[in-house]
């Protein structure tokens, strides 16, 4: 199947996604499950990251600066700076698609291979509209919250990094975070993280839901899942950044 046709495959699957729910009730209690799912279970994941990415960072600065011209609070700055505009949406992004983007995948394609959701059809239920909204909208509701968290660690991160090895003062980093600071930077990484929740859940939630075959199929399935998210991630930061920040 080619490009072009993905692309109006896609398109007519996502007018079935966002179409009106048949029960309030039983919709947004599917959305608290998700919100769990998608979001609090991923947790874990991103403080880990976001921890070590911010160490990583504030090292390599201080490594990197040995000029006696250039002050030591630019270590907070260049941290605060990487983990706000980049590494907190994009790179946590591309993990989340790996980590979330293949579990989608093969749950719904799991569904489709054993016919649960030719069932749904029958029963008279849209069985896009019922599975895979509610992935959507908990991953666009909780994926901002998931960043906030990220920058904090990965702050925290280059903070102790720094005092535990003596490359930085901690008086000089926390004075390089609030230096220079820009509000509208956390609106626009916000806006990414919205986007990239789209797309980790709606292209993971195509392949598994048109997946045919047995379970071969939704292995492979995920994997197209993971490296098509990942690919629009990137070219979506780029057009983002581009759009945003012009």
Do not use: W
Not at 65 to 94: A, C, H, K, W
Not at 197 to 216: D, E, H, N, Q
């Amino acid at each position: 199947m080619g490009l072009f046709e993905h692309v109006g495959k896609f398109s007519k699957f996502l007018v079935l996604v966002v179409s009106k729910p048949e029960k309030g009730k039983t919709f947004f209690s599917h959305i608290i499950k998700e919100i769990h799912k998608l979001g609090i279970n991923s947790i874990g994941i991103v403080v880990i990251i976001s921890l070590f990415m911010g160490a990583v960072i504030a090292l390599q600065t201080a490594y990197n600066m040995q000029n006696p011209l250039l002050p030591d609070y630019l270590v907070g700055y260049t941290t605060r700076e990487s983990m706000l505009l980049e590494f907190s949406s994009t790179i946590v992004g591309l993990i989340l698609a790996g980590k979330v983007g293949s579990n989608i995948a093969s749950e719904i394609g799991s569904m489709r291979v054993t016919e649960q959701i030719d069932a749904l059809e029958i029963m008279g239920v849209n069985s896009a509209n019922f599975l895979v909204l509610p992935k959507i909208i908990a991953a666009v509701f909780i994926n901002p919250f998931l960043y906030i968290l990220s920058v904090f660690v990965g702050i925290l991160g280059g903070l102790f990094a720094g005092y535990l090895t003596g490359t930085v003062a901690v008086s000089d980093f926390i004075y390089g975070v609030q230096f220079g600071f820009i509000p509208y930077y956390i609106s626009y990484s916000l806006i990414k993280t919205c986007v990239f929740a789209f797309i980790i859940t709606a292209i993971p939630s195509y392949y598994g839901y048109f997946v045919k075959g047995g379970a071969l199929e939704v292995g492979k399935a995920s994997t197209k899942a993971v490296v098509n998210s990942s690919i629009l991630i990137l070219l979506s930061n780029l057009i983002l950044t581009q759009i945003l920040l012009k």
